[in-house]
Nanobody
Framework: VQLVESGGGLVQPGGSLRLSCTASGFPFSSYAMSWYRQAPGKGRELVATITSAGTSTNYGDSMKGRFTISRDNAKNTVFLQMNSLKPEDTAVYYC?????????WGQGTQVTVSS
């Protein structure tokens, strides 16, 4: 299993970013996918989850209405569209899949929201 995130960077408050996670090594279209984040000095926090077919999503409370998770099963890729970004969204964002009872993580992509 390999998960590779991209799309992070520095953005001003109120701005937008779109993260991507490209997966390989497992049947992507059969698994739910999630995004997590970890801010400095804090634990890892669930951002969003999407079902295998993309028909249902779930978000952390502070992300609802601002973030949108989606996926393209033909490209083995899951996305996270982040709008109205706030300084408190600053964190490393990780892609996640649970397969055969084990968590797999990407290397993470840094998102910094600052003026």
């Amino acid at each position: 299993v390999q998960l590779v995130e991209s799309g992070g960077g520095l953005v001003q408050p109120g701005g937008s970013l779109r993260l991507s996670c490209t997966a390989s090594g497992f049947p992507f279209s059969s698994y739910a996918m999630s995004w997590y984040r970890q801010a400095p000095g804090k634990g890892r926090e669930l951002v969003a989850t999407i079902t295998s077919a993309g028909t249902s999503t779930n978000y952390g409370d502070s992300m609802k209405g601002r973030f949108t998770i989606s996926r393209d099963n033909a490209k083995n890729t899951v996305f996270l569209q982040m709008n109205s970004l706030k300084p408190e969204d600053t964190a490393v964002y990780y892609c996640n899949v649970i397969r055969v009872g084990r968590n797999y993580w990407g290397q993470g992509t840094q998102v910094t929201v600052s003026s």
